[in-house]
């Protein structure tokens, strides 16, 4: 948990980075499983937080950068586990 994506909100008809704030089980355990959970994720708009519930193969999810480019979320600190890979945010996009 605590992974940055980006996710799409139908309501501000945008994208916004998020944080996979929990995963739960969707369904019945077996090597479909995975297509059935559900991931919670949080973005913020205008330092309000909102929450969304989203399968995790949901065309609503994305990776990081992928429709967010030079946004970050708040808080968001250099070193964290989604930046291990890179140097720093740029090499992300």
């Known amino acids: 948990?605590?992974?940055?994506?980006a996710v799409y909100s139908t309501t501000f008809s945008r994208w916004f980075p998020a944080y996979i704030m929990g995963v739960q089980p969707g369904g019945p355990q077996g090597p479909e499983a995975s297509d059935t959970e559900l991931l919670t994720v949080?973005?913020?708009t205008e330092g309000e937080p909102y929450q969304k519930t989203?399968?995790?193969?949901?065309?609503?999810?994305?990776?990081f950068g992928a429709h967010t480019a030079g946004e970050l979320p708040p808080s968001?600190?250099?070193?964290s586990p989604s930046l291990w890979k890179y140097a720093s945010p740029d090499l992300m996009w």
């Open 1 to 5: 948990m605590g992974t940055v994506i």
């Open 76 to 79: 968001f600190q250099p070193g």
């Open 42 to 44: 949080q973005f913020f």
């Open 54 to 63: 989203v399968y995790r193969f949901s065309e609503e999810l994305t990776l």
